[in-house]
């Protein structure tokens, strides 16, 4: 038992497991740092195949083992560990099936590829974990409610942090508000700026890429990054729920080829527009570390609503303001 440190297989949904031999033991208790492990197979082949181990810095060593009734096979933690990388890719990416059976094919070798189960089954459980958290889409506007992990990133964070329903439609704004406070939150003219971005959802979709393009050349070059940052995640719905972008033909086109690749297909609902995003969000979160963290501060309910009631002001009164100027004021009432 001399220092046998055993590795942990993690599954997305299932409990933890540690291969321990060459067996797949699953967890029964702990006391303190003293885990108690069984068999995998305790029910299905009625093993009393045991193992104790104490976890240090994270690591389980082994203490003790008892023995199984069956061989152990070596091939079945390799194909468990390729079965989580599977499930994980569904989740988190917009591969085809075929791809993401192809890559855990890739990664294993020959010997173990006979115990997989067959591509057929591999495919059916890429679409069942696809299906999962997908609620049905909604039929009215009303109806439209956003469940809470759609709220969030895919790490937890908040991410929807406007839901308003104004005249006919809803607006929903997606951003996380990280980096932007702290980075930006001292220099008063440039903060301004940049919170006319978000004030955009506040226009009838037909006008926004025009606008948009005009409040680019306004913007100066460090905003860059958070002008295409916001250009992905915002979204306006409106009565009829499938049209959730403006279409218009300029330069924002390589937005919607973009959109047209990532979710396929016009009339795509709502929901699994935000679950597109949301996956979006996780990839370019990874690639735009160079925004800072920090917390959002939070409003209190009162100071809420009269920035709602401000901003409907605003809204009704629409059409007697130059554009910009709508979105000036739209945007001294919207905070991160
Ligand atoms: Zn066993």
């Known amino acids: 038992m001399n220092n046998i440190i055993c590795e942990v297989v993690h599954s997305i949904r299932n409990k933890e497991k540690i291969n321990v031999n060459g067996y797949l033991m699953v967890k029964d208790k702990n006391r303190q740092n003293l885990y108690y492990w069984c068999c995998e197979n305790r029910d299905t082949l009625q093993c009393n195949g045991r193992a104790t181990t104490r976890l240090i810095e994270d690591q389980h060593h082994l203490q003790s083992v008892a023995n199984h009734n069956h061989a152990a096979e070596a091939s079945r933690v390799n194909v468990v560990k390729s079965i989580n990388v599977l499930k994980e890719r569904a989740q988190q990416t917009n591969d085809q099936p075929v791809q993401i059976i192809q890559t ?46 759609m709220q969030k990133t895919l790490d937890g964070s908040d991410f929807l942090i406007k839901d308003s329903t104004i005249g006919h439609d809803r607006i929903l704004l997606f951003t996380t508000t990280s980096g932007l406070t702290v980075r930006y939150g001292t220099d008063e003219t440039f903060s301004l700026l940049i919170r006319h971005i978000p004030a955009l959802a506040f226009l009838p979709p037909d006008e926004i890429p025009t606008v948009f393009d005009e409040l680019k050349t306004n913007m100066p070059v460090e905003a860059n990054e958070i002008m295409e940052w916001f250009e992905h995640y915002y979204i306006r719905v409106t009565d009829n729920i ?95």
């Open 104 to 149: 855990i094919a890739a990664d294993n070798s020959q010997e173990i590829y006979p115990y997989f189960p067959s591509r057929d089954a591999l495919r059916q459980s890429v679409k069942r974990i696809r299906r999962v958290n997908f609620p049905a889409e909604p039929q009215s506007l009303e109806s439209l409610i956003i469940p809470e992990n």
């Open 242 to 336: 499938e049209y959730a972008f403006p279409r218009t033909q300029n330069s924002v086109e390589a937005w919607h080829r973009r959109w047209d690749v990532l979710v396929g297909g016009a009339h795509v609902g709502v929901f699994k527009i935000i679950m597109e995003i949301q996956k979006e969000q996780n990839r370019v979160q990874l690639e735009a570390e160079s925004i800072l963290r920090g917390l959002p501060r939070n409003l209190t309910k009162r100071k809420d609503r009269e920035r709602e009631s401000r901003i409907q002001m605003l809204y009704n009164d629409r059409e007697n303001r130059p554009v910009m100027d709508f979105l000036r004021g739209i945007a001294h009432n919207i905070s991160f």
